[in-house]
């Protein structure tokens, strides 16, 4: 069992920066893969960003490439978001998930979630 608690979203202008955190419980985190989710007002929830438990590898949603990194500190529990170059296209509710492999592109590939976190880019 694995509990998710996001944190460190908030109101930036159009070009900043924001850090999010995923503070994980249970002991299971370092062997869960993880990933970030977003979702928007009227729209369904898309894939952000997944990281495997070991780090090797990361993979990311087109539209934040270049822009976004994901990260994790296993010794920790807590997993990152950090957001460069926000746009007002990326303000959403951000979630953090997890699961009990690796890589997770869709929603249902992952086990454990938590509550979201606001991010809202002014133009």
């Known amino acids: 069992q694995v509990q998710l608690v996001e944190s460190g979203g908030g109101l930036v202008q159009a070009g900043g920066s924001l850090r999010l955190s995923c503070a994980a419980s249970g002991r299971t985190f370092s062997s869960s893969g993880m990933g970030w989710f977003r979702q928007a007002p009227g729209k369904e929830r898309e894939f952000v960003a997944t990281?495997?438990?070991?780090?090797?590898?990361?993979v990311y949603t087109n539209s934040v490439k270049g822009r976004f990194t994901i990260s994790r500190d296993n010794t920790k529990n807590t997993g990152y978001l950090q957001m460069n170059s926000l746009k007002p296209e990326d303000t959403a509710v951000y979630y953090c998930a997890a699961n009990r492999g690796g890589l997770g592109f869709k929603w249902y590939e992952y086990d454990y979630w938590g509550q979201g976190t606001q991010v809202t880019v002014s133009s």
């Open positions: 990281i495997t438990r070991s780090s090797d590898r990361t």
